[in-house]
Nanobody
Framework: QVQLVESGGGLVQAGGSLRLSCAASGRTFSMYTMGWFRQAPGKEREFVAAIKWSGDSTDYANSVKGRFTISRDNAKNTAYLQMNSLKPDDTAVYYC??????????????WGQGTRVTVSS
């Protein structure tokens, strides 16, 4: 069982930056791929980024590539999403999730409660 708690969301102006954190419980954090997803009002949840358990592979949605960076610190059981050059279209609730596996075809097993990001124009 893995419990995930996101933090770091808030209100930011377009062009600004935020760093989201995802703190995980349990001693098996380093065995999981960590992903970030988001859901904007009236839209379906979408994939944002993922990082392999070892930290040596990452994957990004085209819409955030070059602006967002996913990272993890296995010693702290924490994953991060650094978001730069934010746009109003990035406004959403952001969720972190965990899965044992690597690839977008995997269904994530554990989810956090979400943290809201609002980007004003």
């Amino acid at each position: 069982q893995v419990q995930l708690v996101e933090s770091g969301g808030g209100l930011v102006q377009a062009g600004g930056s935020l760093r989201l954190s995802c703190a995980a419980s349990g001693r098996t954090f380093s065995m999981y791929t960590m992903g970030w997803f988001r859901q904007a009002p009236g839209k379906e949840r979408e994939f944002v980024a993922a990082i392999k358990w070892s930290g040596d592979s990452t994957d990004y949605a085209n819409s955030v590539k070059g602006r967002f960076t996913i990272s993890r610190d296995n010693a702290k059981n924490t994953a991060y999403l650094q978001m730069n050059s934010l746009k109003p279209d990035d406004t959403a609730v952001y969720y972190c999730a965990a899965v044992k596996g690597w690839g977008r075809e995997y269904e994530y097993d554990y989810w956090g409660q979400g943290t809201r990001v609002t980007v004003s124009s």
